[in-house]
């Protein structure tokens, strides 16, 4: 019997593939994908851990201490330095969740904030006020002085989904 080739699967549109490669990043762990890394885990993990072994190991020293055997101060040095590097890692993570600047959180959810600074050039004229650039793959309505199709403007700021524009001096 003939063996059969498998044929291998249509290939996918890079815009497809774009988000495959997005949704891999992010369930990485990688920070910057937007979930928490591995340190993050292993330091959480550290902090619960921690205060338990420094407890046990505080408990164990003063019980040798009090019977006179050897290493009872080991032991209390040893609990000491847990609850120290628990209080480190706890003072760490309140100021890397507490005191970052909320930069991320001020354009959560207002898309078009991201693109003040950019320039572009105007897709349809502004008339009366209104127009339309193209920036990466969307269109936007934009606000600002009169300008004929083809000027190059600067994205100056936005009021809900509508950019304000400034036109650019021409280069001659």
């Excluded at 407890?55 to 040095?77: D, H, M, Q, S």
Aim: glycine fraction near 12%; aromatic fraction near 6%.
């Amino acid at each position: 019997m003939p063996t059969r080739k498998r044929s291998s699967p249509p290939p996918h549109s890079r815009a497809e593939n774009r988000r495959d490669r997005a949704v891999r990043h992010a369930a990485s762990g990688n920070p910057a994908g937007g979930s928490p890394g591995l340190l993050v885990w292993t330091v959480a993990l550290l902090g619960t851990v921690l205060p338990i072994a420094g407890t046990l190991a505080g408990l164990a020293g003063l019980w040798r201490l009090w019977r006179v055997e050897p290493w009872g101060g080991a032991f209390l040095l040893a609990g000491a330095v847990c609850f120290a590097l628990d209080i480190l890692i706890d003072v760490w993570m309140y100021r890397a969740a507490v005191l970052r600047p909320a930069a991320d959180a001020t354009a959560l959810n207002v898309r078009a904030a991201r693109h003040v600074g950019q320039t572009a050039v105007l897709d349809r004229p502004v008339v009366g006020g209104r127009g339309r650039l193209r920036l990466g793959d969307t269109f936007w309505a934009v606000s600002g002085v009169d300008c004929p199709e083809g000027t190059r403007v600067r994205v100056t700021g936005a009021k809900g989904s509508v950019l304000a524009v400034e036109r650019l001096p021409t280069d001659h």
